[in-house]
């Protein structure tokens, strides 16, 4: 099997109607023998039978219960049998060509063992597919971005807009998890992907082993994935800002110094308190209504506390 697509689902069923569509069309063009599997963290919009039903070619598994992100995917990875293998979230669109872009990078050089897309939002503008790997600097612009520009910028962690203009794949540290090809290799030398992380980092812990042992990660930018954005952690929300910061600080103890633990909490925890003014502000203005101010200060006083 030349390629193995797993996918994750949340309450999502018409965006994964859309993603499937997408790759089944993508590939029914394509001179490469693949599988889809979905598996699904117990929705309650009747997603598996949509599935089961519209897309009789897909795989399922249907979870009980919502397992994480990282639970289900490693069921769906060890239930497939391509030589490489995408994690592609639900509320992607897979424009024609990009997976085979893709694959193609991924097996093109021996040294590579990963690969991202270029993501592009439903209007068309350039989503920021990779990411260099957390800095202090970035915990601290993501609570605090002084200036627009640095928000884009490579003290952000973000690789210069026109390397995805460009013809060629550029090296990265890692792309965001929404569409990640891995080869079957690289998972059976550095394992799994690390199931203590529920929700969030999961790809950027992953994507650390890979690269610790020796693997290069590349963006394809001529490979093009539409991203909707967040459509399953949305659903649940101030819960998921909390599960974000968990998966943050699991991911600082597992691979930064303590020097570097310490430092992230405290900008987090004054990120918090400066969050909390504004929230405040904004109901007091009527621009936050008094369940939605209550619910975030819930969490931020739940993150403060990790």
């Not at 699904?40 to 919502?66: C, H, K, Q, W, Y």
């Not at 001529?222 to 949305?234: D, N």
């Amino acid at each position: 099997m030349d390629l193995s697509v797993v996918t994750v689902s949340y309450n999502t069923r018409e965006l994964l109607r859309k993603c499937l569509a997408s790759v089944v069309s993508t590939m029914s063009s394509a001179a490469l023998d693949y599988e889809v599997l979905v598996v699904d963290n117990a929705s309650g919009d009747d997603s598996p039978a949509m599935v089961t039903r519209e897309f009789p070619e897909v795989r399922l598994i249907a979870n009980s219960e919502n397992r994480g992100f990282a639970v289900a995917s490693n069921q769906g990875i060890q239930q497939t049998s391509g030589r490489c293998v995408l994690l592609l979230n639900p509320d992607t669109v897979v424009k024609p060509g990009a997976l085979e872009l893709m694959r193609g990078a991924l097996e093109g050089q021996s040294d590579v063992g990963a690969v991202g897309p270029k993501l592009i939002y439903p209007h068309g503008g350039l989503q920021h597919s990779a990411f260099t790997f957390p800095t202090v600097a970035m915990v601290f612009l993501d609570f605090f971005p002084l200036h627009h520009r640095l928000l884009d910028s490579r003290l952000n962690g973000r690789y210069p807009r026109a390397w995805y203009e460009g013809k060629d794949p550029f090296p990265i540290d890692h792309p965001l998890g929404a569409a990640l090809m891995v080869r079957r290799a690289v998972v059976d030398e550095v394992g799994l992907l690390d199931e203590r992380f529920y929700m969030y980092c999961e790809e950027i812990d992953w994507c650390m082993r890979i690269k610790k042992a020796g693997w290069t990660i590349l963006c394809v930018p001529q490979a093009e994935i539409v991203h909707h954005v967040a459509q399953s952690t949305r659903q649940l929300g101030p819960q998921m800002y909390v599960e974000l910061h968990k998966s943050r600080y699991s991911l600082y103890q597992k691979h930064y110094s303590r020097g570097f633990q310490r430092v992230a909490r405290w900008i987090v925890r004054l990120g918090m308190a400066w969050q909390e003014v504004r929230d405040r502000w904004q109901a007091k203005k009527g621009l936050l209504d008094r369940a939605a101010l209550e619910s975030r200060l819930t969490a931020y006083q739940e993150i403060r506390a990790l």
